[in-house]
């Protein structure tokens, strides 16, 4: 379980093949393409009064940033691989059942990178997968929001 001082970044296989695709389309696709359209730019005069220009370099900027996070995360990158189901960890997936209300939801916990509440992958420092962390089907806990305490009980860990 990572501390918000911990560097360490935690990603799956897929999401790791994803981050060094990414990496991968701005070194030798949109790198190449910014630094043309800068020549472009460039070429069109006066850069005090030209847009193009000032658009080209705002997406170096951006581009460069992004390198520079990419290969920033990788150094720091731990695979969660092969996880044990007999507690919740980064990697589960874990069904709970919110006991005020008998609500179920299904969420499979991943590094911050990798987080994507729309499919259900929550990340390993929110609330609720702070909660879960160390414990057993079976248990319940006490997850403290934003916006308030619950308790939800742990119904299945894959």
Known sequence: MASKKDNTVYLTQE??????EELDNLINVRRPENVQAI????SLGDLSENAEYDAARNE???IEGRIKQIEKMLENV??????S????GIGNTVSIKYVDDDDEDEYKIVGSQEA????SRISNESPIAQALFNHKVGDVVTVNSPNGSY???ITAIK
């Open 60 to 62: 170096q900027a951006e």
């Open 151 to 153: 308790e939800v009980e």
């Open 85 to 88: 189901t007999d507690f919740v």
């Open 15 to 20: 999401g790791l093949d994803s981050l060094k």
């Open 78 to 83: 731990s695979i969660i691989s092969k996880v």
């Open 39 to 42: 020549k472009e730019a460039r």
């Open 116 to 119: 994507d509440p729309f499919e």
